[in-house]
């Protein structure tokens, strides 16, 4: 019986069926296919992923591999991924900017561990292949140095602000600029300026993410942001009393206003389980799913409320990385992935 000839027309066209979950096309169509080679009865796919930290990645080369493997002929199938970030198309005056998009995380008010998840979040992107960049905009409270471990960052070349690099990720913050315990007394303009420069003065390099964390509340330097910076996506930070997701709910309302688009919502610190395995819900619970069905956003999920994120912190080691396998550490590299699902399909609509 004479064997099928395997053909790279062939592996293409079955590779038509093959959906990407999240943007809902084919990846053919997509562009994602980037080679195929034949060796025998050997298929090898080179995949291009929208984004190194794809929730879903696992599930499509299954899909290649089941389907090109029902073609007559094929006795293997192997898939490499590799990945590049789509940029925003929302450049504003920074055409100049090689930061392809910046996320914005915020909360309505202080306390909710907004920092603790721009850090993470960060760290998190990193970690699975993104070139990611940290802004602390939080002129209130910038404890992201203390957070990613930084002390100061480093002097100044060819009249460029040179980000401090922790963890992976390269680092800004207000709190480099100012002495210990001095507090910031900023409005208006001298926010503007300060915002813009940790933008365009800063040599960030080549960022396929830059995480700000904003203050708490919705004033001056969010506006400053909102109007100035191509911001391709908010995240909002709540917790799951009714007087955290009131607050949260203005942040939201900010976002909408200024037509910035809306990842989702994340509920921190959501239940401590207890040795015998019970949640104790110290704040209640529930509070930010139905904050996002409210609004029609996504729920990204929850965070329990578990020690060692604040002793990590403080030992300024993200939890995603001092403890990947906890299930904090777990669900916060969970909601990074959906975060950086989300911006692949507002990009590539």
Request: with cysteine; aromatic share 4%.
């Amino acid at each position: 019986m004479q064997k099928t000839l395997v053909t790279n027309e062939l592996v293409i066209d079955k590779l038509k069926t093959v959906m990407d979950p999240e943007l809902h096309k084919d990846l053919v169509s997509l562009g994602m296919i980037k080679s195929v080679t034949i060796d025998g009865t050997k298929v090898n796919v080179t995949v291009e992923l929208t984004t190194p930290a794809c929730p879903l990645k696992n599930k499509i080369q299954s899909d290649i591999v089941n389907t090109v493997s029902s073609i007559a002929g094929v006795d293997e199938v192997v898939v490499e991924m590799t990945a590049r970030v789509p940029p925003s198309s929302n450049k504003s005056d920074f055409e100049e900017l090689k930061i392809k998009n910046i996320i914005a995380v915020s909360s309505g008010k202080g306390g909710v561990g907004k920092s603790t998840l721009s850090a993470n979040i960060a760290v998190s992107l990193s970690m699975a292949g993104a070139n990611v960049g940290l802004m602390d905009a939080d002129i209130y409270g910038p404890n992201i140095p203390t957070m990613m471990g930084i002390a100061q960052m480093p002097p100044p070349q060819d009249g460029k602000l040179i980000p401090a690099e922790s963890h992976g990720v390269k680092v800004i913050s207000i709190g480099f600029l100012v002495k210990d315990g001095q507090p910031l007394i900023w409005r208006g303009p001298l926010l503007h300026g300060t915002i813009k420069q940790f933008i365009v003065d800063v040599d960030w390099g080549e960022l396929d993410y830059l995480v700000v964390d904003l203050p708490p509340g919705t004033g001056d330097v969010q506006l400053s942001l909102s109007q100035h910076i191509p911001i391709t996506c908010g995240v909002v930070i709540t917790m799951p009393q009714k007087v955290s997701i009131d607050d949260a709910s203005r942040g939201i309302e900010m976002f909408q206003k200024l037509n910035i688009p809306i990842a989702g919502i994340i509920e921190n610190m959501s239940g401590l389980e207890l040795e015998d395995g019970q949640i104790f819900d110290v704040f209640g619970s529930g509070g930010g799913e139905q904050m996002a069905k409210q609004y029609g956003l996504e729920f990204l999920g929850r965070i329990p409320l578990d020690p060692a994120i604040r002793i990590n912190g403080d030992a300024g080691i993200p939890i995603v990385s001092s403890a990947k396998d906890s299930k904090a550490a777990k669900k916060m590299t969970e909601i990074s992935g959906k975060i950086a699902a989300y911006i692949s399909q507002i990009n590539l609509k």
